[in-house]
Structures are given as C-alpha cells and as structure tokens.
C-alpha cells in the first residue's frame, strides 16, 4: 500500500471519494466491492481526526426506543451486525449498565419492558456473528455491585441496573487501515497527506478536484465522474475555494471531548450516569444539560464522555484546555465519588467534531442526529454527491445509501453483497518494533510517527508512551523511511504536540 500520487492524476476514476474518516473510507470500501472503481485522498492520516476519537461505542439503537423510531433502530441493529462480521476481533460485546429510578423513564418495570422489546426487535442481533461474540439478551440486575464507586451520585431510591448489550470498537485505527488495504486490492487508489483544494468543473459540472501533495508541496488534478465529498468540518472550506460563497453552506459544529481515567472504574460494563449541574450554565454548557454520560472500560482504563460545546470556528489543529479537562473532571469527581478522582487519573483526552442541529429556543444547539447525503443541485456544484455522517455506527448504513445513488448516476447495477471479516478472529500477532515499521511504512502509507504510533498501533491511543520506546519505534521508522536523525527529532516533537494538545501531562 503505498501513496498512489500518479495513479490518482493519471487514471480516470468512476468515483472520487475526498476525506477519509470512518465514513470515507466505508463509502470507498463499499463502493470497491460494487466493482466502481474509486479513489480517495485525505487531508491529514486516513481516520486521523474525529473518527479517531469516539467513544467506540457500536450500539444498537436502544436510545430509538424513547422516540418510538423503530425503522432507525433496526438500521443501527444491523450496522452493529456487519460491524462485529467485519472485524470480530475488534468489534466486540459490550455490557452497558444504568440505574433505574422509581421515579422518571427508568423505573425498573418499564426499564424491563424496554429490554424485552430490545431483545425482539433485535432477534436477529447474532446472525451470523461468532458464537464468542454473541450479544446476550438484557436484563434488570437486582442487586448491583456497581453502585459502589458510583454511590455518592446515584439516587437513594435506586434499587437496580438495567442491563444490554452493545458493542465497541477496539483500535479503530486497525479497523481503518484494513478496509483501505481490502479495498485498494479490490482496486481503489488511495492517498493521505493530500488534500482537495477545490472542485474541478466542466460545463458548471464538478468532475473532479485540484489538490495538493502536501508532503512534496505539489498541486495536482484528479478527475471523476462522480465526487463524493466526505470532508467533515472541511467543507466550508473547499466550497469557498471553489465560488468564493464561504456562508452558504456553512454551519454550526459542536467539539466533541471524552477524557480517559487510567482507573478502571468498573471492569465489567460501561455506566451511563445522568449528568449532574453544579453552579450556573453558560449558554455553551446548555448543550451538555440532561445528557447521561459513560464511563467505558477500555484498555485497562476508563473512557468517560461526551462532553460537547459549540465550535465559533473549527481551529486547523483541535486541542483540549487544561479549563475544559478540570470541568469534564469535576463531572467525574461529583458522579463517582468514591474513588477520589484527581489530575493525576487523567491520562489524556479525546476531541472531535460534530455537527449540530438547531434546538429549541432554551437549548440553541443540539447534536444533529440525522446522517444526510446531499445530492441537490446547488449552483456551481452539480453532480457533486456531499455527505454528513453523525455516528461512526451508522458508516456502513450511510455507504449503501450512497452506493446506490452513485450507482444509479453511473447506470451501475446495485448488488446486494454478504459482509466478510476484514479483520478476522485471530489479530495479527507480528511483535518486532522493526517488523512493525516494515509494515506501517511499506504496506500501511505510514507517512509520520504519529501515523505508526497512534494509527498503525494501539500504543498511543489512551495515553503517551514512555520516552525510551517512543525512541525505540521513531529509530524503527527511520530505518525504514530513511529519516536523519534531524527527521527523527522532529517526528519526535511533533507526537509529543499531539499529546500535549490532548492534554497529557509528562511525568
Ligand atoms: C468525542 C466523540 C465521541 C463519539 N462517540 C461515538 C460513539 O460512541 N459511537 C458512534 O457511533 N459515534 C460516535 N461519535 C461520532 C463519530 O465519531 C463520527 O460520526 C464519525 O467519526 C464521523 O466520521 P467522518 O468520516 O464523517 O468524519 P471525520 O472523521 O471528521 O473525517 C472527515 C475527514 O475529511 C478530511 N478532510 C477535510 N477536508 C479535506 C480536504 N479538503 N481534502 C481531503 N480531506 C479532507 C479530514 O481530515 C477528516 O479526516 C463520537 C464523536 C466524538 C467526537
């Protein structure tokens, strides 16, 4: 796998895909095995931005219940599926756990009634999944155990937990990285470190993109004769490039934090805690109000979020304040008292972005909760196909839908195709830090440390690694890259950027 500059300037493509987060990349890998032939390029690494920053959570939609949207439900039902068949040793079960209340929604008896409907609208939760990675049904625990720690924030009347069963996604980046290689066997061409400045057009037609090879300084030209655009934040941006208009499709998004305690607060399930508000709100907190947050066993830590504010203008590089840590600590502190949370149990952050919906007037913003694809013809861009993801869940969902439009624009027949394990059951067990940078750079487009280190393994994703083994896996690469030693110490500065702006303090 390597950066296909020239096939992508040369070759003629049926589909451009620009961006290559999670959604990106699913509309590629599903397009491939449709038999289109498709590229895509990304700005940064491949899934390096909000898609590497989610709560991992896979769910099935038990939240579609309250509001009755069963036809949601059932899609987030079997995008969990065919996650868990496309990499059953990364996408595995999960219990979730929250206190029911005598009082509100979650007493225990409807609490009970919302299982079971979970449970048959699910039925077929564990078609074709491996007997170790069955779901179990639900269920309302009696006595719970989990109440310890959590006890100081959890209600007097509180009797019981309810019980279900998701899934998460471990090492997103692996999942990632190995959709691009399955698809770039089917065909694709891909590239990172490049990004689309603006959109070529023909006869007022978009046919392809004017981009920049942002490791060499080079402009280039990739034409299609569809372009999907899966950019994320960065569409504002490449529209404006392209007819100077930047407010006409401008909106509003919300950043997105979750913090990573290096406690295991509960080894067994992940706890949904309703938030709780201490002192006076700012109009940016209200979007946080009554929202339950998690905390998620991951790694031998804990993922506690999503804490969400709203963006004036998306910065090039997001970061999290050491204000915005304290504040997501307190919650934690006030939700779990018992285990006397302190900076030092923060071993880092997660921030992304999301994009927001209009509230209602007490509560401006919400998280918008609608994937969309845009097809409609607005001046300037026509045949440009632009799509708005708002779960990593619902990738797949939203690649078919927009494998079926490309479809019917390029007179493609649509396939109905069975999901097949990208990642199978047993992970690849190379150990060598030098085989591991043999395969980062030669066969994974690792480009930077922090493509290796945060991407093509897990060793930075819930905490900066000590000094001497960043050392060990930036000489690995060198070796590989051909990297000075000049090279070395500047990848080297630049990873430890990364994890100063995801607020690691260096012990
Ligand atoms: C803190 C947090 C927690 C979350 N938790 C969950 C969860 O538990 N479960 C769940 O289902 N979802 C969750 N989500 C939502 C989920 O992560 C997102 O919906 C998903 O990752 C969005 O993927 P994307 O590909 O659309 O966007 P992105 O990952 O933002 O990808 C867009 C890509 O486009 C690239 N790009 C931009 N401009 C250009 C350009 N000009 N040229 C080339 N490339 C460009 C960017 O570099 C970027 O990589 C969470 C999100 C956050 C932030």
Redesign the pocket.
Known sequence: MRRGIEELSNDKFDVLV????????AILYTLTQQGIKAGL????D??????????????GGLRYLQTGDLGRMRRSIKARRQFMQLAPSLVRPQGFLIPTSKRSLLNPALMRVALFLNDLISSDRNQGLASTNRLPPGKILPNCDFVRPFSGSVEKSFQSGALWFDSLIHDAGRFSIELIKSAQRDGAVVCNY????KYLRRQGKVCG?E?IDRESGDPFSITAKVVVE??????A??NNNTTGDFDRTRRTWLK???LVLSKTLNSDHAIGLSGIQKGSQDNNSLVQQSRYFFFVPYSGCTLF???YSVLEEIPDDLSVTQEEINSMLAQAQLLCPEENLTLNDVKMS?????PAGIGSAEKFFTIEKRSSINTETLDGFEGLIS?????????FQVADEVSRVVGSRLGHRYRQLKSRAVVGLETCLTTSIADLARRAVHDEMAVHLTDFILRRTTLGEVGCPDRRLVQDYAVAMASEADWSAKRIDSEVTELYKYFESRGVRET
């Not at 620009?18 to 990349?25: A, F, K, S, Y």
């Not at 490049?194 to 400045?197: C, I, L, S, T, W």
């Not at 799509?387 to 990738?395: A, I, L």
């Open positions: 620009v961006g290559g987060g999670i959604q990106g990349i390029i990304e700005r940064d491949f899934a390096s931005g909000t898609s590497a920053n989610s709560l991992r959570v896979i769910h490049v990004r689309a400045e993109v981009a899966v950019a994320g934040a960065g569409r941006k490449l997105a934090t979750n979020g999503t804490f997660h921030v992304g972005v999301v799509v708005q993801g708002v779960k990593y869940t619902e990738s």
